[in-house]
Each structure stands twice: as C-alpha cells, then as structure tokens.
C-alpha cells in the first residue's frame, strides 16, 4: 500500500503562528491563558493544555486581573482590549494578520461612512465574526445564508464583506443574490463586494478536488466541530466515494484499507500536521 499526504493540508500560517507563540511562551513560563478554543481540534488542544495552555471562556476572562492571555488567531473585539485594559491583563495578541487587515478595514468604513451597512458573510457567533463585529459597535449584519438577505434595505447603501474562512461557493452565492435585490432596487451602485475570503482557503476545495481523485481511497482527518473540516470532506466525499472520515487514529480500527493499493491523507486548515502524520504510521504498521 502506498499512502500520502497532501502537502498543503494542516494548519494556517496564522494557526501555525499563534502555536508557535503559545509554545515559545510555555517554554519559560508553568501556563498560559487562552480565550476560546486555540484551533477547532480536540487532538491538537489536548496536545497543548498539556504543555500548560488553559482555555478560559469569554466570562471567565472578564474575572481575570493581573494576568496574562493569549488571543487566538480569530481575533477579538475592541471591547476584549478594553477589558484587558482595565483588569491590568496583558495580552499577547496572536490574531492572524489577514483577520486584523480585515478588523482594520471594516473599521476605517465605520468612522468614515457611518451610513453604510456592513454586511459580513459567516457563521453567527463564530470567534472570528464576533471580532469583525465589533469594529462595527455591533451594527452589522451577519449573513449566513441568502435567506438573511431579506433583512437589508437595498436604498441604502452597504458593503459586503467574508468572514476569512467562509466557503467560497457561499460567499459567491451570497453576494450574486444581493447584486440583484439592489439592482432590482434600482441601486446597483449602492452595493460594494469585497472578497475578503483568505487565499489559504480559498483555493482548499480545489485543491482536496484535486488530490482526492488520484487514490483509490482517501483519509480525511479532521475534528467533528471544524466546519472548515466538515465542508472540505464533503467535497472530498464527492470527488472519490471511497473517502473517510477520522478525527482520532483510534477510529482507523474501524476502517478496513488492506483492498485499496493507493491511499491518500488529507485534513482541514484546523488539522495539525503530527496526527496525518500519526494516521500514517498506524496504517504502514497494520
């Protein structure tokens, strides 16, 4: 049996950074504060409390004084900063840069025209969404399917913009739906689309396409809360029936792959590299 893996699965390079941040501080230091889960991975988590991170909640940040926190790549809304600010935390930010590039610019188009809608394609109460909502005082929208298009009031003018890894066939959907509701509105140049979607993940499904086709069977690891893991093994599913899903190599005793000469191993950008790598030599050694 020959088994691969996709060189471009795993994580982000903004996951990678803030892990990275995360270890270098746990190198001289007992344990680190992170608010909300590091990466929508049980596996890679549990790697990492055990090095001493300890995930705390949104209330339970509140309580903090005289402490120090980790914000993980998805980012934070100013009124996290505020918090921090006034219970003497200090913050070690590791937001991704294309997140606070995308924090920056939805609030520079707040203070700047204060009229416009801001529409913002992602998943309601997403760690990432609720960053970007934030730089709007909470007065966008979060659109997650074409029906919430029905809440905009295409007179008056709006921008669009993607949560950074929103699906792109969604996205796409999405804002052709709403170039017609203001064209209808006779207001076709009250609306602005700005893919904001991040290369990194944009190109994912392609790619999975692409990979899935060349082996009789496929492993896709990934973690059952991931969505960006969930949408990406559908497409893979599609491509090769033969395709499976594991987000622990316990479950490859369940999976017979002795009747496939090809095997190919792939995940989501929230899958850490080690367990592909792990799914791989229990394979090799079966």
Request: proline letters at 2%; a negative charge; glycine letters at 6%.
């Amino acid at each position: 049996m020959t088994i691969t893996i996709d060189k471009n699965s795993g994580f982000c390079f903004g996951v990678i950074h803030a892990i990275k941040t995360a270890e270098a501080y746990l190198q001289q230091h007992n344990s680190l504060y992170c608010l909300g889960d590091m990466v929508h991975n049980n596996e890679e988590l549990n790697r990492l409390t055990g090095l001493g991170l300890k995930i705390i909640t949104p209330e339970q940040f509140k309580n903090l004084h005289d402490t120090t926190v980790l914000i993980r790549a998805h980012g934070e809304p100013p009124a996290t900063y505020q918090i921090a600010k006034n219970n003497n935390i200090t913050l070690i930010d590791a937001t991704c840069h294309v997140v606070a590039q995308l924090q920056k610019k939805i609030k520079t188009e707040v203070e700047q025209h204060p009229e416009t809608q801001i529409l913002i394609v992602g998943k309601a109460g997403h760690a990432e969404v609720e960053g970007l909502l934030g730089q709007t005082k909470q007065n966008g929208l979060v659109i997650s399917s074409v029906a919430d298009l029905a809440q905009i009031n295409c007179a008056k003018p709006a921008k669009l913009y993607a949560q950074t890894t929103q699906s792109v066939e969604k996205y796409e959907e999405i804002a052709e739906k709403l170039c017609e509701n203001y064209k209808k509105a006779q207001n076709e140049l009250g609306i602005e689309i700005h893919n904001t979607i991040c290369k990194r993940v944009y190109n994912r499904a392609n790619e999975i396409k692409e990979f899935a086709s060349q082996f009789d069977a496929v492993l896709f690891v990934s973690d059952e809360k991931s969505s960006n893991g969930l949408f990406l093994y559908e497409v893979c599913k599609k491509q090769n029936p033969n395709s499976f899903f594991i987000s622990s190599v316990k479950q490859l005793q369940n999976i017979d792959f002795k009747q496939y000469k090809t095997v190919g191993i792939c995940g989501a950008t929230s899958t850490p590299i080690w367990l592909m790598e792990e799914a791989q030599q229990v394979l090799l050694t079966s």
